[in-house]
């Protein structure tokens, strides 16, 4: 029985996390109307695409997001991945 290692786990997540936020808050700059269309403002509603500066700030928020739920994500399941793997 292998173990995962929660911290390398947590810290795939985070990385994870936080480069999908960026690539799609890009995606949403880039193209507002698709993405919009595509997701509602289900999610990307908080940027504001008049304001750059706003926008801009909005993007950096929603990496640190990613960061931080990837990484207690990965966390959740490398732990309940070991607690089966012992309890099996």
Same mark, same amino acid.
């Given at each position: #029985? !292998? @173990? +995962? /290692? !929660? @911290? &390398? ?6 990385? *994870?996390? %936080?480069?999908?936020?960026?690539? =799609?808050?890009?995606?949403? +700059?880039? *193209?507002?109307?698709?993405? #919009?269309? %595509? ?7 908080? #940027?504001? =695409?008049?304001?750059? &500066? $706003?926008?801009?700030? &909005?993007? %950096? *928020?929603?990496?640190? #997001? ?5 990484? $207690? ?13 012992? /309890?099996?």
């Amino acid at each position: #029985m !292998e @173990k +995962l /290692s !929660e @911290k &390398a786990a947590a810290i795939a997540g985070a990385i *994870t996390g %936080a480069v999908l936020h960026g690539i =799609f808050g890009l995606l949403v +700059l880039g *193209t507002p109307g698709g993405m #919009m269309g %595509a997701y509602g403002s289900m999610y990307y509603g908080m #940027m504001q =695409f008049n304001a750059p &500066a $706003f926008a801009a700030g &909005a993007w %950096a *928020t929603s990496i640190i #997001m990613g960061l931080i739920v990837g990484g $207690f994500v990965g966390w959740i399941i490398a732990v309940s991945y070991n607690w089966g793997m012992k /309890s099996g």
